[in-house]
């Protein structure tokens, strides 16, 4: 096999994931439109994952403090893997197992938003967040794959990309994503 024939492969192999996408509108809708609402709320997006699921949490939140396509006002969104501080100090004194839920108790409130990134979703500090998120009464948004592991059918929202292979649902989520950001700038551009 040539190098030529993988790229290809593994570009069909993406195309079909992200077309699989369509299937899911409707829950892409209700969940972009949850969040538009607590952010009019007066609310905060959380975001959390693990590894390259850790540079989705962190791109969500940049994009809705920072900007993604229009000037607008900052939004408050928060990624729980980017203080190095507090997940070490949390990791140390209590465990991974709680490294997100831990800020959940202490950052989250009733209707804020809690976004998870997981290709498999079976990590314990995924789940301990959710559970912790629950608890508070935020809404949660889960976009996982390979079946959804333990965290399926316990959110608000979830999106399980269909398929196995990582690289592939980590690029649906990101198409999830930015799906998502739009549907909030659209919500908080002012019109020209």
Known sequence: MSVTHDIEKSLRESAQTI??????SGILAAAGDGIVAALKAGNK????????SAAEALHMSEELV?????????????????????????GNDYGFDVV????????GKAGDVL??????GS????????????KKEMRTLCLLGRGGGKLAGRATWEIIVPGTE????????????????????RAFVKPS
């Open 66 to 90: 920072g900007r993604f396509k229009a000037d607008r006002v900052s939004l408050p969104g928060i990624a729980l893997v980017a203080d190095a501080t507090a997940l070490t100090c949390i």
């Open 45 to 52: 997006v959380l975001t959390a994952g693990n590894g390259g």
């Open 19 to 24: 077309e699989n996408l369509k299937a899911f």
């Open 166 to 185: 990582t690289a592939r649902i980590q690029e649906a989520h990101q198409v999830i994503l930015h799906i998502l950001l739009e549907i909030v700038e």
């Open 123 to 134: 990590a314990a500090n995924l789940s301990l967040a959710l559970e912790t998120a629950r």
């Open 115 to 120: 976004v998870l990134f997981s290709t498999s």
């Open 100 to 107: 997100f839920s831990r800020q959940i108790e202490g950052l």
